[in-house]
């Protein structure tokens, strides 16, 4: 077989090798994003935030959507809000 002297293919395997591993690593982190695994502190990227205000933007009339909650999330809220209250409530007396 003839050399090929402008391209080195044992090279440009290893590039190729390389880029894959960084689409595979890339593939897996949005997967766990996309799960909800690997929950994260702190402030959001700014991408996901924007991608998470559009789904939040006012509609046609400019007025916003009212966000819809189960009746259990409602249940829920209501009873931590009791536990706040009850908390705040005692804590004056106890001084």
């Known amino acids: 077989m003839g050399h090929y002297p402008f391209m080195d293919f044992n090279e ?3 590039q190729l090798r390389a880029e894959r591993d960084q689409i595979d690593a890339a ?3 949005l997967e766990t994003l ?6 994260r502190r702190g402030r959001p990227p700014k991408w996901m935030s924007e991608a998470n205000s559009e789904a ?5 009339d400019g007025k916003r959507r009212p ?6 999330a409602r249940r829920r809220m209501a009873e931590a ?4 209250w009850a908390a705040k409530n005692q804590a004056p007396a106890e001084s």
Do not use: D, H, Y
């Open 12 to 14: 440009m395997l290893s």
């Open 27 to 29: 593939i897996m982190a």
């Open 34 to 39: 996309a799960r909800g695994g690997g929950k």
């Open 67 to 72: 966000r819809k909650f189960s009746p259990e």
């Open 81 to 84: 809000q009791r536990r706040r």
């Open 56 to 60: 939040a933007a006012p509609t046609e």
